[in-house]
């Protein structure tokens, strides 16, 4: 089984800065992608940014605001927030997608358990 541990998220103002981690732990023989998602009420889950090894993805409403970023000797993903916005206002998510040893070897969709963060106005 692989594990995430998300930690950062919290209280502040419009125009402040957040940063999310999130670390993967258990039987894992490589990470293919990770992810930040969000979810704010009476909405559904959206994916924010992923980070591959070949290249980053954000959503339009983060770009030049949020940074995505991945330290694959830790198996750790990071989210910087700037610039945050009520908006921005949700849980967030780390998803995870990493290749397993045991009990055999397949490639699973991980997902944390969420940290809230709010932005007040």
């Known amino acids: 089984q692989v594990q995430l541990a998300e930690s950062g998220g919290g209280l502040v103002q419009a125009g402040g800065s957040l940063r999310l981690s999130c670390a993967a732990s258990?039987?894992?023989?490589?990470?293919?992608?990770m992810g930040w998602y969000r979810q704010a009420p009476g909405k559904q889950r959206e994916l924010v940014a992923s980070?591959?090894?070949?290249?980053?993805m954000y959503a339009d409403s983060v770009k030049g605001r949020f940074t995505i970023s991945a330290d694959n000797a830790k198996n750790t993903v990071s989210l910087q927030m700037n610039s945050l916005k009520p908006e921005d206002t949700a849980y967030y998510y780390c998803n995870v997608g990493a290749v397993v040893a045991t009990p055999a070897m397949s490639y699973l969709e991980v997902w944390g358990q969420g940290t809230l963060v709010t932005v007040s106005s």
């Open positions: 980070i591959n090894s070949r290249s980053t």
């Open positions: 258990g039987s894992i023989l490589s990470i293919s992608a």
